[in-house]
């Protein structure tokens, strides 16, 4: 794996930088001197795609931070800060912050795998490689959606192509039938007999069209899922053609990133993980585990715990390892500060007498800068087919035993973590026999169980989180917060969109669930 991200490393840090100055949506739409034309390598970038969809643009976690950590993790209460410019612990308005992910990846991962899609769409060669990158898109896809709601998609990333420099907003509801229908016709013209000519420039599966192939089935069942609110129906269809084309089935399937150690703001530094940057390195001191979480953890006597949190005498010292000892491990609430009133984290119940005493995230694990990141795995997948087994939609196995098969592993592949010695099929088997599936809680049980195996994939576990409702959260209402304390449920747009693209934004936000660019308004999928 090093030798791969060492051979494209200056062709992928050569399009990074070209393109991670630049924040503005027109700009990227109508740069001539990037990603076209004869002479330009497209397994490069493709690379390029991979690498800042995982979070990383800048190589000091731009996105990652401010997106996946200071927003989404507090909301999703994984984690909790008491840092003042860590907003969504207290649900804060941050227009640049919440608009950090679609800053970084318009004007990056979605500009190059649209021009990856568009030029070798008709080289008959390159099929293979053409279909990996429209079910690559298509997940890139997802994610923008879910935390925006409608979005530029159809004419995205065309503006040097096509000429469009104000593309419209698609639909939600379109795009995810446009992404349905991708993901199927690209599964389905995968041929293991054709040439791979991606290779190692593919970093999640070297081009192999077996396990694209199950990626695409296996993100069809996220997206079919996803509908469970707000169309039964087409979900239980999706999620019918997914388990018949052929879903993941061992942890040997997960979509991971292997990433390497680089310091932050490094020449070629965006080849290290930014959440682990962040945690371990650029900003150790701000983000506690959550007492929710950890609470959550203990109650069930889970394994997981001594993976995800350690206790640091000073988080400052990266060298610091800690202790991971499950019995000290002490979650922070959530909706504290440091400013000294009636919010204090010294005023929290059960204050512990020192911050320092609150458990970080494990950082032989998750807190460190060759962390994976993990886009779709196997444990999600079979979590939520579960769930569809639970509602009646498939029949190939019993809610009971999709759960076993999430849960089981959740935990085992905490070892692709770097967890050693990590947990064994048969201690995840012990603790699913001591917390069995309760069919009379099923959807409750499912959905936070996904929201354990999503530690830190944040947007995702959001997006669960909305789709279900579960786990049950207990809501922030911390003074001058942006949600009249309730729990976010989309990010905003950026603010230069009203004035840069002005029609298609006014259209897109009358569209929304609350029909204003706020916090509390819904995306389509996201009823009540």
Known sequence: MKNRFLKFIGAV???????????????????????????????YVFTSAELITSGNSDANAYEDWRANLIYGSCITQHLSSTTGYWAGDKYLFNAGYLSSY???????????????????????????????????????????TDTYGNIPYSEAGLGYIKGITTPKYDDQQAIY??????LKDAAEKLDANAP??????????????????????????????????????????????AVDGGVFTSNDDNAILKHQDASPNSSGGQIANGTGSVLGLIDPTSARVSETFINYLKNNDDPRLTYIATVVADPTVATDMGDSDPAIQIGQPNGYDLAGGTTDISKAPNYPGDVNKYS?????????TTAATFFLTNSETQLLLAEASFR?????????????????????????????????????NDYVDNNPYNGADALNQINTQYWVATFLDELESWANW?????????????????????IPRRYTYPNGEPAKNPVNYSDAVSKLIGKADKMTSRVWWDVE
Do not use: H
């Open 360 to 368: 970080v995230v494990n950082r032989t694990t998750f807190a460190k």
């Open 466 to 486: 909305r789709r279900s409702d579960f786990p049950v959260l207990t809501p922030v209402n911390y003074f001058g917060n942006a949600t009249a304390g309730t």
């Open 102 to 144: 679609w800053d970084a990846n318009y004007n990056n991962s979605i500009r190059n795998i649209v021009a990856v899609v568009e030029n070798i769409k008709d080289d008959p060669k390159q099929s293979n490689f053409y279909q990996i990158a429209r079910i690559f898109k298509a997940f890139m896809f997802q994610r923008m």
């Open 196 to 241: 791979n000519t991606i290779g190692s420039s593919d970093l999640i599966y070297a081009g192999d069209p077996v396990k694209w192939k199950k990626f695409a089935y296996s993100e069809m069942v996220r997206l079919a899922m996803r509908l469970s609110k707000v169309d039964a129906t087409k979900a239980e269809a999706w999620v019918k053609t």
């Open 177 to 182: 039938d446009d992404l349905l229908a991708e």
């Open 13 to 43: 840090v050569g399009l990074l930088i070209v393109s991670s100055c630049d924040k503005n949506f027109e700009q990227m739409n109508i740069d001539p001197t990037k990603l076209s034309g004869a002479n330009m390598n497209f397994n």
């Open 392 to 428: 009646g939609w498939i029949s190939a196995s019993s809610p009971d035993v999709y759960y076993r098969k999430g849960v089981v592993a959740a935990m085992t592949q905490l070892s692709q973590t770097g967890a050693s010695p990590g947990i064994s099929d048969a201690d995840a």
